[in-house]
């Protein structure tokens, strides 16, 4: 059975940081693509940020470029997201996602989602 | 790549047909998934390739269109289906979300 466990999510200040983690099971993880999709209290999905099976290449919303980064571990079947200079607004449920297939960013399988408020 | 959806919001009985519009801003090709969100749950996949079904997604559901203008189509919307069904484009490499439409209970 293909899981995503996200972690690492909580209560940070203003210009804080965090690292979120995405740990998978159920599947090979270096054969997928993997994204990060966040989703604010009360509004729709938003797309963060992707990377391929091998890391080759990653794709970031213009909101957290600079920002935001995404990378992976295939050897600990882990996904994660640095979280730097974080802002109230990015208080969010943040999902981890699988790629249909090494190639492919449609998300088949998602987490269950972890918690990130940014607050003083 | 800005996209609409439309409605935003809708109110149907169990049985009807029930058709959702996402309009991209420049053309995508065929590269627009379809989502299904219930309260609380993460999102499922429903449709990609804008009309291929999902493994496990019910033949309720349908998906067309191409270029511009894509269309989600549940035929004989049941009790499980009110949710809130999303589009994404993942055309250029911005895989930009719709807003959203919420299905309800008339």
């Known amino acids: 059975e293909v899981q995503l466990v996200e972690s690492g999510g909580g209560l940070v200040k203003p210009g804080g940081s965090l690292r979120l983690s995405c740990a998978s099971s159920?599947?090979?993880?270096?054969?997928?693509?993997m994204s990060w999709v966040r989703q604010a209290p009360g509004k729709g999905l938003e797309w963060l940020s992707s990377i391929s099976s091998s890391s080759n290449f990653i794709y970031d919303a213009d909101s957290v470029k600079g920002r935001f980064a995404i990378s992976r571990d295939n050897a600990q079947n882990s996904l994660y997201l640095q979280m730097n200079s974080l802002r109230v607004e990015d208080t969010a449920v943040y999902y981890c996602a699988r790629g249909l297939n090494s190639g492919s960013y449609y998300m088949d399988y998602w987490g269950q989602g972890i918690q990130v408020t940014v607050s003083s | 790549i800005q996209l609409t959806q439309s409605p935003s919001s809708l109110s149907a009985s169990v049985g009807d047909r029930v058709t959702i519009t996402c309009r991209a801003s420049?053309?995508?090709?065929?590269?627009l998934a379809w989502y299904q969100q219930k309260p609380g749950k993460a999102p499922k996949l429903l449709i990609y390739?804008?009309?291929t079904l999902q493994s496990g997604v019910p033949s309720r559901f349908s998906g067309s269109g191409s270029g511009t203008e894509f269309t989600l189509t549940i035929n004989s919307l049941q009790p499980e289906d009110f949710a809130t069904y999303y589009c994404q484009q993942l055309n250029k490499y911005e895989f930009t979300f719709g807003p959203g439409t919420k299905v309800d209970i008339k």
């Open positions: 159920g599947f090979t993880f270096n054969r997928f693509s």
């Open positions: 390739g804008a009309f």
């Open positions: 420049q053309d995508i090709s065929s590269y």
